[in-house]
């Protein structure tokens, strides 16, 4: 298996908003804090709260829809089978600001949009 540990991501412009409404409401807790990424624990998956910038030409926006987010070990080996497949490569993050990962966004073979999330490697 390839992808795994799915999350959702919802994009919010106030983070303590946000993190107050979910874990009130639905009695969760973070498992993972800090002013731009927080994910909340709802057992077999997590809710991650994705902070928008205020910067106009910044593309994140509200989803209208939960969007899919896959864990990998490496985005470029999974890429190489997305793109066999018929899917595409639309932009690619190195780690920054408030998210600690790597992150891809893609595009299947029916134009569908989704993510895959690589934790930066660990030197020793």
Not at 11 to 34: G, I, N, P
Not at 114 to 121: D, I, N, T
Request: with cysteine; aromatic share 6%.
């Amino acid at each position: 298996m390839k992808g795994r540990n799915p999350i959702v991501i919802h994009y919010v412009h106030d983070m303590e908003r946000a993190k107050k409404f979910y874990m009130q409401a639905f009695d969760v807790k973070a498992t993972t804090e800090s002013p731009g990424w927080t994910q909340l624990d709802f057992g077999s998956i997590e809710l991650a709260l994705h902070i928008l910038h205020r910067n106009s030409s910044d593309p994140e926006a509200p989803l209208p829809h939960a969007g899919l987010n896959l864990e990998v070990d490496s985005i470029e080996d999974v890429q190489v089978d997305i793109e066999r497949c018929g899917g595409k490569l639309i932009e690619l993050r190195e780690p920054s600001g408030g998210v600690p990962v790597r992150v891809a966004a893609f595009q299947d073979c029916e134009g569908n949009g989704f993510e895959l999330r690589q934790k930066p490697q660990v030197s020793n």
